[in-house]
């Protein structure tokens, strides 16, 4: 499923570019290579041998003409890592997927647009809990989780680099499409279910600039609370990406990523490896990345 998956997200642009007078589109992507290693012999201060590697590929295909603005996004990424004497582990698995339509509310102001939008992310590959360095038991997979957003709003864009969109109709679908981790009630699904519906409200805020010479930062935050079920409570979704060109062909990558989800727990776990199900929590959840690497830029860019 995921090479059919794949196959037709990559023949989108195409097939819209063969169709379409090109003159109102912007296509451009990225392609990137990270790879470090850590050598150690005899060395008294301790430590392990490592090797980690990620890949990651970028694409847009925006169209905009007159009152129209559609944005289109593809980002994928994958990363590993391995110790001496451990199995790898995941240090990056991302796929995401965004279509953003906009048409200005009047004619002659280019800055207020009302908007709809769709937002899908899963992942490529099985999670594993740290401990678990036989990975028999997955706490992830590909569609589990899976998470479409579909939202309608108004669109404000200040200028080219910055946009912040209000969506107070926003759908939130949540798929668990495994049968261990839906038995579980993975991801805020109730037991057995492999998929949960929300409504509610979003907002989403956009940055993209070059802010010093050769120096990109890219920031999107995502906020979701439900009308029902949440009292209040908000799921926060805030990615950062600087990046360092050196050269053309080299660049140096600083990614942070920062998750609330109040409908993803956490627990202490006994002798046996087992959850203590009266420690369930949820919590702050952060991810960093730095990586020096081969990158590659192709066609037009954003801000």
């Known amino acids: 499923m995921k090479k059919y998956l794949l196959a037709i997200l990559l023949s989108i642009p195409a097939t819209i570019y063969a169709q379409s007078d090109t003159t109102y589109w912007n296509k451009g992507g990225s392609f990137g290579l990270n790879f470090t290693q850590s ?6 201060a301790g430590g392990s041998n490592t090797v980690a590697g990620a890949v ?8 905009q003409k007159e009152s129209v603005l559609w944005q289109n996004t593809i980002d994928m990424g994958i990363g590993w890592i391995k110790e001496a004497r ?3 582990q995941k240090a990056d698995d991302r796929l995401v997927l965004t279509s953003s339509y906009g048409r200005k509310i ?11 939008t769709i937002d899908f992310r899963t992942q490529f590959a099985n999670g594993y809990n740290e401990d678990d360095v036989e990975h028999n038991s997955p706490i992830s997979k590909f569609l589990a989780p899976g998470y479409l957003m ?12 910055f946009n912040v969109t209000l969506s107070p109709v926003t759908g939130k679908f949540t798929f668990v499409n495994d049968d261990a981790l839906s038995a579980a009630g993975a991801f805020g699904v ?80 006994d002798a046996n490896g087992d959850n203590i199900l009266s420690t369930e929590t949820d919590k ?8 020096l690497g081969l990158s590659f830029q192709f066609g037009g860019t954003r801000g």
């Open 39 to 44: 050598s150690l012999t005899n060395w008294s």
């Open 150 to 161: 579909a939202s309608m709003g108004i669109d404000w864009r200040p200028n080219e680099y």
């Open 56 to 63: 990651y590929f970028n694409y847009i295909f925006d169209y």
């Open 284 to 291: 702050w959840q952060f991810k960093n990345i730095i990586g």
């Open 106 to 116: 009047t004619s002659t102001n280019d800055k207020w647009y009302y908007n709809a």
């Open 86 to 88: 451990s199995s790898s």
């Open 190 to 269: 109730d037991p057995g279910k492999k998929s949960r519906a929300e409504f509610g409200a979003s907002l989403k805020a956009t940055f993209n600039k070059e802010i010093f010479t050769n120096g990109h930062f890219t920031s999107n935050l995502l906020l979701f609370t439900d009308y029902i079920e949440s009292n209040g409570k908000v799921d926060v979704n805030w990615e950062n990406i600087l990046t360092l060109k050196v050269n053309s062909w080299l660049s140096a990558n600083i990614y942070n990523q920062i998750i609330y989800d109040y409908d993803i727990k956490f627990y202490d776990v």
